[in-house]
């Protein structure tokens, strides 16, 4: 016969996750009906109280790397110190290969989307916010080399943006497609990067841990008290009381997190020459959707819980600052806000309504704004379903609208871009020459990366030698600074390929591959590469690539077996118990 004490330890196994959710089992415990717990824990379980006592007691020893039968820390286990710094508990580096892991899932998954126009517009309202966090001293030495500081996009309709270990920040195209202004997109982003620079993943991570810690002190010293009395209920309601005090806890720390990053955000946009009115129009906005509905389409309001308060603050940060409302948007935010609509959601239905936008009403009783956006997004959505004739005749009349404002630069490229892409779409590279040749020249003075990256799509449609000269060199300077651009890389593979330049086409396959998170495929490229280097491929080695290819070879299987490592150490960190 089974004795109280073997039961209420493999009872613990079962309900530990239950009784402590901020704690996970490292491991797969074994049967633990083998184990017998020690005699005076055994004797406690012939009253209710000291039973759910010893329950806890017996889920505590679950928590260590083997079974142990003793109510002893095991010594595999590291217990939290409550004064322990953030950076003791997930480091800097460790923050980093995190973030780094996250990514390359992120960047396998279909709705993971470079869009070098609306990219290159994120990156237009981030950089300034990156370099206000350097020059406050926001971001330190350390984590300027560690952390990439890089935004991405996600295709979802969803308002939302989250901050990621390691200096990551995703938006959602649905968020893009919601502010009015820049000023508002810009708050959401400097909220974000105030996320990182406080480091309040690593903070989160230490405060959750040390909330379970006192949470459970805080319940076994309230059983103990409820054994004197032998009192079930009183046993039950400690249990209640401790887990809802690590709750408060950790929802009381969330909300200073939120505070913090909202006024340092604040600072970040004044300093970065955002109309802080930004920040305050966009808790309004937020705070009015979710009362209308709020059916799922605001996750960014569950992660970011918005409160009273905050508005409050936020509102009087910005009345005591400048006042006033934030600028009109420009025309270039609402043709960016355009195409996240367009690119959010790609069902026929919605698209097909979304050209609609270029027959509304009489047109010369519209405003320009109204014009310009009805015609650039009446043109994406055609060239979408594959209505190239409807598509040009859209890009053509929003051009000759933007024509009257040539003072406004990246509206004009922006403008000039999408009529060169129109052709590029239908295969009429004569015509996308013309479009960029044929404005005055602002498509080649572009030197933005999406110029980079159109000009190169050029040089592939027309294959001139010289065009793809210039492209190969203009990419090679690009990603000799950005390694992690994965489509710059695929381009550059393209283009040497167009000249005979095997070997460095396979090792920019490699290196797209392994920006992507691929690094099986990457070091396939860089072996089919070593090959061709010695058979002396065209007649011709170049042997300072094939010094680059060898050498990045090692990188990467180094990386990988570093990789293969981690995983088989915190394999067993996965596992839950049956």
Not at 79 to 91: I, K, N, Q, R, V
Not at 471 to 485: H, I, N, P, Y
Request: glycine share 8%; with cysteine; aromatic share 4%.
């Amino acid at each position: 016969m089974i004795e109280d004490g073997m039961l209420l330890a493999a009872t613990a196994s079962r309900h530990a996750p239950a009784l402590f959710p901020d704690l996970r089992l490292t491991h797969r415990p074994p049967s633990l009906l083998r184990y017998r717990l020690p005699q005076p824990i055994a004797q406690a379980t012939k009253r209710p109280a000291r039973r759910w006592l010893c329950l806890l007691l017996a889920a505590s020893l679950g928590l260590g790397t083997a079974p142990a039968v003793h109510a002893q820390p095991s010594p595999g286990v590291r217990l939290p110190a409550l004064g322990e710094a953030a950076s003791e508990d997930f480091g800097l580096s460790q923050e980093k290969r995190t973030g780094e892991q996250i990514m390359r899932e992120i960047r396998r998954d279909p709705d993971y989307l470079d869009d070098p126009q609306l990219l290159d517009y994120v990156q237009s309202l981030w950089q300034p916010l990156v370099q206000a966090a350097r020059v406050r001293g926001d971001i330190g030495v350390d984590t300027e080399k560690l952390f990439p500081y890089e935004p991405f996009l996600v295709r979802d309709r969803s308002v939302n943006a989250f901050a990621l270990p390691g200096g990551f920040v995703g938006v959602h195209l649905g968020l893009m497609a919601m502010t009015a202004t820049p000023d508002e997109l810009a708050s959401v982003l400097a909220h974000e990067l105030s996320h990182i620079t406080r480091r309040h993943i690593a903070r989160s991570i230490a405060a959750n841990s040390r909330s379970s810690t006192l949470g459970m002190a805080a319940m076994l010293l309230g059983l103990l008290v409820a054994s004197r009395a032998s009192s079930a209920d009183a046993a039950q309601a400690a249990i209640v009381g401790g887990q809802a005090a690590m709750v408060q806890a950790q929802l009381n720390f969330s909300r200073d997190m939120e505070r913090e990053a909202d006024r340092t955000g604040l600072a970040l946009m004044g300093e970065a020459g955002f109309a802080p009115a930004g920040m305050a129009g966009m808790f309004d906005k937020l705070d009015q959707s979710s009362r209308l509905n709020d059916s799922g389409g605001l996750p960014y309001l569950r992660s970011h819980p918005l409160t009273i308060d905050r508005i409050g603050e936020a509102r009087q940060i910005v009345q005591a600052a400048a006042g006033g409302a934030a600028p009109a948007a420009p025309l270039l935010h609402l043709l960016m806000q355009a195409r996240a609509r367009v690119l959010m959601d790609p069902s026929a239905q919605a698209v097909r309504r979304l050209q609609g936008l270029d027959a509304r009403g009489p047109v010369e009783s519209l405003p320009l704004a109204d014009r310009l956006v009805g015609y650039y997004t009446g043109a994406l959505a055609s060239s979408s379903l594959r209505d190239f004739d409807r598509a040009e005749r859209d890009a053509r009349a929003a051009q000759a609208l933007g024509a009257a404002m040539p003072d406004q630069v990246a509206l004009q490229r922006a403008l000039t871009s999408l009529v060169a892409q129109l052709a590029l779409a239908r295969g009429d590279a004569a015509g996308a020459a013309s479009a960029l040749a044929g404005t005055g020249g602002p498509g080649e003075a572009d030197d933005s990366r999406a110029g980079m990256i159109l000009r190169a799509e050029l040089a592939l449609a027309e294959g001139s030698a010289a065009a793809l000269r210039r492209s190969s060199e203009a990419l090679q300077t690009w990603v000799t600074e950005r390694r992690g651009d994965a489509s710059a890389w695929q381009l550059l593979a393209q283009t040497t390929e167009r000249q005979g330049l095997r070997l460095r086409s396979l090792r920019a396959e490699a290196e797209s591959q392994a920006a992507l998170g691929n690094l099986p495929g990457a070091i396939d490229r860089l072996r089919a590469g070593q090959q061709f280097a010695r058979k002396g491929g065209a007649g011709t080695t170049d042997f300072i690539e094939a010094s680059v290819i060898d050498a990045r070879l090692r990188e990467l299987l180094a990386q990988r077996r570093t990789l293969m490592a981690e995983q088989r150490r915190s394999g067993p960190q996965r596992e839950t118990p049956e």
